[in-house]
């Protein structure tokens, strides 16, 4: 694959200018794979200058098998919204670059107008979820809705930076969208509801370019209110409901190990809101010999295993202003007893007409 950039800004070497607009470190051993100005380069530290052109060549790679169905659980001219599955991720990156909602997005577009081209205009998502969360990903139709439903996520985390409210009255403002999520912990939470108010931050951490998101004092302030839907003694687990009202990377994941009740499966996160395997005095350099993409062996935040799923969506409508109500079904986990119940007399009913 060969990727074309003109350069307009400021000088920049070739290191920098890869970790700063790919993310990653860039093999540079690989004979002819980069080239500036029709010139062959293997130097990391050669300088890029305004109006040059680069050309890279990114060895192939077979990408992780990836679930590939989208529900559609609502859909007008300014929006959609659509129901992930676990596994698929969202945006491109890393291994994922063609199995991923935004491309799945593009391509179904691509079907009912064969003369689209990339640079046109196709649904995209304006928050994202974990590869590993499923449930409801509201995306944009046009430009208006993406505007101002990113602003609806913006302004909800803004609110809790600007004013460290545990309560709805105490925020300043009004809302213009609430997320509902079901999550699986580790062990019985005691309390029937708990508000979690942990500031969360960025430190390095391997095969994980711009670094990894924990419970940190010195973080970005973040809002979670938990609240107990049912508890298994017999299994160690506890059901929750969780609203957010910041959007912080891994929030949930995050806030509810800082309690001590980790998501059930999570490879990363233990009690504490830390990563399972940290080492701040280690950084893996190593690449995989697949373009630059590494490859780690530590856990990192799109490893899957974990049971979360968005699933109740409230917001007022980007251009008309009517509340809109979303719900994405629940994986059978995530249900408590009664509700798995009412599903079975469901299908029975079903079933017998």
């Known amino acids: 694959m060969d990727r074309f950039v003109s350069l307009k800004k400021k000088k920049i070497n070739l290191q920098n200018y890869f970790l700063k607009k790919r993310n990653k470190k860039f093999q540079f051993f690989v004979d002819l794979q980069i080239s500036v100005d029709g010139k062959v380069v293997k130097d ?9 052109e680069l050309v890279y060549h990114r060895l192939p790679w077979k990408e992780p098998d990836a679930p590939h169905v989208l529900e559609v659980l609502y859909e007008d001219d300014d929006m959609i919204a659509l ?6 991720q969202v945006l491109p990156g890393g291994l994922f670059q ?12 691509r079907k009912q107008n064969s003369s689209l081209t990339s640079q046109e205009s196709h649904p995209v998502p304006v928050h994202r979820l974990g590869r590993g969360t499923s449930g409801i990903l509201l995306c944009a139709k046009t430009k208006v809705a993406k505007t101002r439903l990113a ?27 609430s997320k509902i999520y079901r999550a699986l912990v580790t ?3 005691g309390v ?30 973040a809002l979670s209110k938990a609240e107990v839907l049912e508890r298994d003694e017999q299994q160690n687990r506890t059901l929750v409901q969780v609203e957010i009202e910041s959007g912080r990377p891994h929030q949930i994941r995050i806030h509810l190990s800082f309690i001590g009740h980790p998501l059930l499966g999570d490879p990363l996160y233990v009690a504490g809101g830390q990563p399972r395997w940290f080492d701040s005095e280690f950084v893996d350099e190593s ?29 007022s409508h980007p251009t008309t202003n009517e509340m809109i109500k979303i719900t994405a079904p629940l994986p059978s986990i995530l249900q408590t007893q009664d509700e798995v119940h009412s599903s079975r007399e469901s299908l029975s009913i079903s079933s017998a007409s």
């Open 44 to 52: 990391p530290d050669a300088i890029l200058s305004g109006g040059s």
């Open 83 to 88: 129901n992930k599955p676990s596994g698929l």
């Open 98 to 109: 063609q199995r991923t909602v935004l491309r799945q997005l593009y391509w179904s577009v």
């Open 151 to 177: 602003a609806y996520f913006a302004d909800g985390t803004s609110l809790v930076g600007a004013n460290r409210c545990h309560r709805k009255a105490e925020c300043g403002g009004t809302r213009q969208i």
């Open 187 to 189: 062990g019985i939470i």
């Open 192 to 221: 029937d509801k708990v508000v979690i108010n942990q500031p969360i931050g960025n430190v390095r951490y391997p095969g994980v370019a711009k670094g990894l998101y924990v419970a940190s004092p010195s973080g970005k302030p």
């Open 287 to 315: 690449y995989a010999q697949d373009g630059g993409y590494e490859r780690p062996t530590n856990p990192v935040p799109g490893d899957c295993g974990y049971y979360l799923h968005a699933h109740r969506l409230v917001l």
